[in-house]
Structures are given as structure tokens and as C-alpha cells.
């Protein structure tokens, strides 16, 4: 069983939404396995947060679990009840439990479904089966085949087509519930939820990505190494990019149907040297002096 994705967070239960996407962020940047290569225990502390965030972010799942209809995980958890304690309970002829259906009201309908006396014999297509597969960003944006295991232990392979988004459903058919009297089964529906990257966020189909260049190439321009989903690439910086410029990549976004992609939008953030660096401090003063030399002289 998952632990409590509040403690996982390490958040209280009255965090706001805000709260524990800080709280992610904070803990991806430090767990995450692009950052950490070859530390397993990173990489499972990382799956747990991602679990965690990926419940707790999302508002519904997030009430549900606090009501404990569903588990850490995920999952439903069992409703408990039989149809013995309807009988005992003098309720109405409403009832629920675990054997798959649920809420026939009447006695005749449930007689015709599976057959009255024993007159007739029931075809029935399988339910569908649902279930919840999280993803990596980088999967979701370049695909990857991915194995989920059912309930009753079997692994199911899932392939995740290039380009999905956060909560899309993906149909495996003929592999849900087993059908009732020969007929067809039903389908697994899988929803995907995307694990948040470190860097990258994405928008409809476009990627955007901060990247930090030196005080010396904002001023003078320059190529310089992109990260995008599918590797870095070379882009040219034009002289005097202040930090917020927005540069674009065409088609270094997520894939579109018909092969076409998405764009990169890269914003620039100017950064200084990491250690003081007297010859710049140098240089400043000296164009500081000049520019106000120059501000006089003109009257302003």
C-alpha cells in the first residue's frame, strides 16, 4: 500500500493546491532521475512523489481520498456490503455490493437479464475495466510502451502513442471483464496522468522551457544548447536578449496527428557569474561613468 501522499508531499491536509505543487517541485528537482543517474533509491522516492502529486493535484481524486473512497494508490476501495445486510437492514429494495452489479431495483429485470426459470440464455458483452497508468513527460511526449499490472496479477502492456496528454484515455480493446454466456469481453480503459518534468511544461501542443545564458552572451549573442523532448539542439541568441525574451523552436513541440508538431518556446533569463568577478565589476563602473558623462552633456 502507497504511503500517505500528504507525508509523501510533506504537506498537511489542509494544504492549498498551490502549496503542494511547491512542495513537487521542490522534491522533483532534487529526486528526479535525469538529475540522479543510476541512484534506484532516488528513482523510487521520485515515483512516490510523482504518485502522490499526481492524487493530491487533482481536486476530485484529492475529496475522494480524503472521504476514503479510494486508497493512496489510486484504487476503490471496497464498499463492504452484502446483500445479507440490505435483507437485515429493512432498507429499501435498493442494494450494492461487490459481485459486480449494483442498484437493480427490481426483482422482474434482474429475473429477465438472466433468464426467468431457467427459459433463455444470456449473451452479454464484458464490462469495461478501468484503470490509472502515470507517465513520465517525456514518455508522454515521445511514446513508449509501458506495463500495468491488473488486479489479478496479470501484466498488461500499454502502448502510449507519441504525443498524449494529461488524462487521455486509451482503449485496449477486448481486454476488460470477461463477457457472460460467450459474449465478447469489454475494453481496459487506461487513463494517463503525466508526471510534471523539472524543465519542460507544456501548453495545448507546445513546449516551453526556461534557459539561463551569461551576462556576456545577452549582450553579444551567440549559439548555445537547447534542451528539448527529443535532445538538445544549437539556436542562436541575438544580440541584446534581456531576460523574458522569448525565442521559438518550430516544430520542437509535441506531436499533432498527421506527423506535424508543436513549437519550443524558449525564454531567455540573463544570469551573472557565480563568483564575483572584479574585471566586470571593473568594466561597469567605467560604463556607468561614461553613460552619466554622457546624460550631462546632453542636458538630461
Known amino acids: 500500500m502507497p504511503a500517505d501522499p500528504y507525508e509523501v508531499l510533506g504537506v498537511k491536509k489542509d494544504a492549498s493546491a498551490d502549496d503542494i ?12 532521475p535525469d538529475l540522479n543517474p543510476g541512484n534506484k533509491k532516488s528513482e523510487e522516492e521520485f515515483k512516490d512523489v510523482s504518485a502522490a502529486y499526481a492524487l493530491l493535484s487533482d481536486p476530485e481524486k484529492r475529496a475522494r481520498f480524503d472521504r476514503g473512497e479510494i486508497d493512496a494508490s489510486g484504487q476503490e476501495r471496497p464498499q463492504q456490503r452484502y446483500y445479507r445486510d440490505f435483507a437485515d437492514s429493512g432498507g429499501s429494495r435498493n442494494y450494492s455490493s461487490d459481485a459486480g452489479f449494483a442498484d437493480f431495483a427490481d426483482e422482474d429485470l434482474f429475473a429477465d437479464l438472466f433468464g426467468r426459470r431457467g427459459r433463455g440464455n444470456l449473451r452479454m458483452r464484458g464490462a469495461d475495466a478501468h484503470y490509472q497508468l502515470e507517465v513520465d513527460f517525456l514518455d508522454a511526449i ?40 460467450g459474449g465478447p469481453p469489454g475494453d481496459a480503459l487506461i487513463e494517463i496522468a503525466v508526471r510534471p518534468h523539472p524543465q ?29 523532448p527529443t535532445g538538445p539542439v544549437t539556436m542562436t541568441v541575438p544580440k541584446w536578449s534581456n531576460s523574458g525574451t522569448v525565442l521559438r523552436l518550430k516544430g520542437k513541440g ?47
Request: proline content about 8%; hydrophobic content about 35%; glycine content about 12%.
Open 21 to 32: 505543487q511547491k512542495a513537487y517541485r521542490a522534491l522533483a528537482k532534487k529526486l528526479h
Open 254 to 300: 509535441a506531436p499533432r496527428r498527421g506527423g506535424a508538431h508543436g513549437d519550443e518556446y524558449v525564454t531567455l533569463k540573463v544570469m551573472l557569474p557565480e563568483k564575483p568577478d572584479p574585471e566586470l565589476e571593473k568594466l561597469i563602473a567605467q560604463w556607468r561613468h561614461a553613460q552619466a558623462g554622457a546624460r550631462q552633456s546632453t542636458g538630461s
Open 142 to 181: 515521445n511514446g513508449a510502451k509501458r506495463q500495468i499490472t491488473l488486479p489479478e496479477g496479470e501484466a498488461l502492456e500499454v502502448g502510449i502513442p507519441p504525443g498524449t496528454r494529461e488524462a487521455q484515455v486509451l482503449r485496449l480493446r477486448g481486454k476488460g471483464r470477461p463477457g457472460i454466456g
Open 200 to 228: 519542460f511544461t507544456r501548453e495545448g501542443d507546445d513546449i516551453h522551457v526556461e534557459l539561463s545564458i551569461p551576462l556576456d552572451q545577452a549582450v553579444l549573442g551567440g549559439r548555445v544548447s537547447v534542451p528539448t
